[in-house]
């Protein structure tokens, strides 16, 4: 398993649980320094992302890319893969693909976490779900072609109300055609959907192919009080060999929540 460490590079996204903001270059040297093995970027779209600077920073560093975010879709620019337009859902998927494309030529799947959006008004669940495995379904062969695996993020109810929890993740994965379409877990949503987070994972077993790792008040591990032994037993018992990504509040800062991060990821995994 991999350790990894989330950067923002949205402005906007203040409160939300990234451990490193706003600057690339010091982000990387941090994680870098602190020991992790990959960086989770979330730029405020692919446009906006200076490629060649993350390589570069990538390199100097000798860092992996663990996975790139398309939140911004949703929380900058407000599209949804299941909003009820068809013109915004056209956007929101230009949106990820652009991600999906950038992200992939970095050797990095991308994340489909809250620009998965909700069903309300008119839209029945049924038919979010039609256009959720539609998107997927556009968005897995971009991904395919750099031979990386498309991340699925179930997120807890306050944030969606489509995918909150494995089962149901599941399900939609196996009416896709696309294979390479993996769950993200993020055992912070996962403390508030799942009725116990090891058999979840256990479920999930080889269509995991991503983890949060954030503790019960989405602080750094070891800051909260999920029990992860029975977590970390399921993980092994599942073969999972990905990254295990510290996506936390900068609680009390980044860099105490970066130590804590890596301090329990060597705890448990080393
Ligand atoms: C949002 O709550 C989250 O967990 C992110 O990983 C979604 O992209
Ligand atoms: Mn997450």
Known sequence: MRSAITISLI???????????DDLAAGCERA??????????FPRSAQELDVQQLKNLL???????AAVGTGAGWMVHQLRLTDADTETRQCAQEFAAAI????????APAIIGSMQGRWEGGVTRDQALGWL???????????????VPLLLEPLNRYETNLLNNVADSLDLLRKLRAQN???LCDLFHMNLEEANIADALRLAGPKLGHLHFADSNRRAFGFGHTD??????????????GCVSGEVLP?????????????SFKRWFG
Not at 59 to 65: C, D, F, K
Request: charged content about 20%.
């Open 181 to 183: 379409v993996k769950l």
């Open 133 to 147: 495995a539609e998107a997927l379904e556009e968005l897995a062969p971009h991904a395919q072609n750099h031979r």
């Open 100 to 107: 999906v494309e950038v992200a992939g030529g970095l050797g």
């Open 11 to 21: 402005p906007e996204a203040h409160g939300a649980p990234f451990v490193f903001r």
């Open 59 to 65: 390199a100097q560093h000798r860092l992996q890319l």
């Open 228 to 241: 992860l032994a029975p977590v970390v037993q399921a993980l092994r018992d599942i073969g999972y060999a």
């Open 32 to 41: 870098a320094a602190l020991g992790f093995d990959a960086v989770e970027v």
């Open 251 to 263: 609680l009390p800062d980044s860099e105490t929540a970066a130590k804590q991060t890596i301090a």
